[in-house]
């Protein structure tokens, strides 16, 4: 079956590069709401064009609508997780090709990624295969900036499913991701009491003594053993150097590898106690995103699809990641997950970034003979 896929992938490579090219070259990033649009446009055009299905565009209160799509029939489901907005500003990056390497914006992050999927069902369709399964196909507009407009979305379809495949690129050294690190964002606020440094200094309440003693404490909860890092990136307080400062505030960021970890450090950050007498403080949450746990599910998962990439020539391992995707909130409602099933290269969110032309073909491939093995 691996052969039959992958010989008929060969003969439609021309195809399929194309395709790659239009939809790379219809550019958007999240916060171009009227090229976005036409990315879409664009999607749903080549969706139907390829595998004769005609998509769902959602209504998104802000415009990144999400595109869906199915194939197939069957109780069980499995869903395609993919974005197609980049990072890049239109125009910033060249559409080239040098040596091995095809460069463009978004080409790799992750608009390789929806051309293997849904050059999975061409693959299906024209060769006859049935999956057994109904493939659901949902591809999002705002994943950049934390999908605040699709992340319901995404879980809703994925709750019944068997399995959610995210066509992200794998890493840099073609390995799949088998887990993500979580994250939470958080600011502390120190209230104290403003006063004349010279003539008061005794009857103010210095709000950056408070957190100074916090930005210490706070630090120490980095565990590496444990994959958690917790990081106080952005420091502000005080009006002058002759004011006693009555306002001070902290933003962390903080990046673990699971749930039981990201309590740990809610719960730390929130029970600290004042050191400077009279002060005041607050945390605020702000962003998070559970950890994509490397539970036993999602390594079943990467089992298989490593058998397939063998089959097929290709040799990947499994890593657990620092980064999130989509993949991150549907893992953590008990769905096995993969990530990193779309295209191979390097470069993601840079202005160098780009797939490996050799690999694309073969990697597609076992996307499709992988799904017929779940
Ligand atoms: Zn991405």
Redesign the pocket.
């Known amino acids: 079956m691996e052969q039959k896929i992958l010989a008929y992938l060969k003969e439609h490579e021309t195809e399929i590069f194309e395709d790659l090219k239009s939809l790379v070259l219809t550019e958007a990033s999240t916060s171009d709401i009227e090229a976005l649009a036409k990315v879409r446009e664009k999607l749903v055009m080549l969706i139907k064009e390829r595998t004769g299905e005609d998509s769902f565009v959602y209504e998104a209160e802000n415009g990144h609508c999400p595109v869906r799509f199915q194939y197939g029939k069957g109780t069980e489901k499995i869903l395609f997780i993919g974005?197609y907005d980049t990072v890049h500003l239109i125009g910033a990056l060249k559409y080239y090709t040098e040596g091995n390497e095809l460069h463009g914006p978004g080409v790799y992050?992750?608009k390789g990624g929806l051309i293997s999927a849904i050059w999975t069902v061409k693959a299906y369709k024209d060769l006859g295969i049935d999956p057994g399964k109904r493939l659901e196909f949902i591809f999002n507009g705002d994943?950049?900036t934390g999908s605040a407009e699709s992340t319901d979305i995404i879980c809703e379809l994925a709750k019944d499913a068997k399995a959610a495949l995210v066509c992200?690129?794998c890493t840099a050294n073609g390995d799949l991701k088998t887990g993500r690190k979580g994250l939470v964002r958080f600011t502390v606020r120190i209230h104290g009491k403003a006063s004349h440094a010279g003539n008061a200094h005794k009857e103010g309440i210095n709000a950056i003594e408070e957190l100074a003693h916090e930005i210490l404490a706070i630090q120490k909860l980095t565990d590496y053993e444990a994959g958690t890092t917790v990081n106080v990136g952005v420091c502000s307080g005080g009006t002058k150097p002759n004011v006693v400062p009555a306002e001070a505030e902290i933003e962390i960021d903080c990046r673990v590898k699971t749930a039981a970890e990201g309590d740990r450090i809610r719960k730390a950050i929130n029970e600290i106690r004042t050191t400077v007498p009279g002060t005041t403080r607050e945390v605020i949450e702000r962003d998070s995103k559970m950890p994509m746990e490397e539970t036993e599910a999602n390594m079943a998962l990467f089992e298989k699809a490593k058998i397939c990439g063998e089959k097929i020539g290709l040799k990947f391992s499994h890593q657990f990641v620092g980064g999130g995707?989509d993949g991150n909130e549907v893992s953590a409602l008990g769905i096995p997950t993969l990530d990193g099933l779309g295209a191979a290269g390097d470069g993601?969110h840079s202005a160098n970034e780009y797939i490996l032309i050799d690999q694309y073909i073969p990697r597609i491939a076992m996307l499709a003979s992988f799904v017929l093995t779940i």
């Open positions: 974005h992050d992750m994943e950049e992200e690129p995707s993601a």
